[in-house]
């Protein structure tokens, strides 16, 4: 079965750092979505590109995180700098134009503290 | 008008039951209504889903309940098992352009033996 892949699975980080997270879409899929999901606020989108353009981050605090595609076999997303509120699982999907369904990858758990 | 609402936020149910969920939506633009399953430590999959020109679509022991005019659906888990303890997540795009998905709050379901 085609996966996304997301990198790295956890990781902990001191408040302060840069952290970066990758995901590789499943080939042929050409819209990419990253979502945080945490116990209180569930699952909330942070961006989405579509032909990896940025079609919305109105989700993301702007003046910390980044999310870019460089190629279409890559999609990161970059917190810097990382606070403790960011702790949470990141969850990168993937799809394609004209079908509904979107694949979800296992996702990043991010500790910051 | 973005949100999707879900109820129960938990779910205990016998084996061998039905489990129910429900969500209700605003927006009418909103046009495929997927509904995903999550396991501890995995991403959301996808389960089943349905556009808003029929009113059930059925696979295996799941089915979805679509009311339009009410602006409602709703999740069946019939025979439920053990194995379908997980969280569910009703959700909500419109287009089928690749356009974002509004998730509900998500309902933790337990299947006792």
């Known amino acids: 079965d085609a996966r996304v892949t997301q990198t790295p699975r956890h990781k902990v980080t001191e408040m302060g750092q840069e952290v970066t997270m990758r995901c590789q879409p499943i080939l042929g899929h050409n819209t990419v979505f990253w979502y945080r999901q945490t116990m209180m606020q569930g699952l909330e989108l942070l961006a989405y590109?579509?032909?990896?353009?940025?079609?919305?981050d109105s989700g993301m605090p702007k003046d910390r995180f980044s999310a870019e595609m460089p190629d279409a076999t890559l999609a990161t997303l970059k917190i810097q700098p990382s606070e403790p509120r960011d702790s949470a699982v990141y969850f990168c999907a993937s799809g394609r134009t004209g079908t509904g369904g979107y694949t979800f990858g296992s996702g990043t758990r991010l500790t910051v503290v | 008008q973005q949100q999707v609402k879900q109820s129960p936020q938990s779910l205990i149910v016998q084996k061998g039951g039905i489990s129910i969920i429900n969500c209700a939506y605003e927006n009418t633009a909103f046009d495929y209504f997927p509904w995903y399953q999550q396991f501890p430590g995995k991403g959301p999959a996808l389960l089943i889903a349905?556009?808003?020109?029929?009113s059930e679509k059925k696979e295996g022991r799941f089915t979805i309940s679509f009311n339009k005019s009410a602006k409602q659906f709703s999740l069946h888990i019939m025979d439920s098992q053990p194995g379908d303890s997980a969280t569910y997540f009703c959700a909500a795009s419109w287009g089928t352009s690749g356009s974002r998905l509004t998730f509900g709050e998500g309902t933790q379901l337990t299947v006792n033996p």
């Open positions: 590109f579509r032909n990896r353009a940025p079609l919305d």
């Open positions: 349905i556009r808003p020109d029929v």
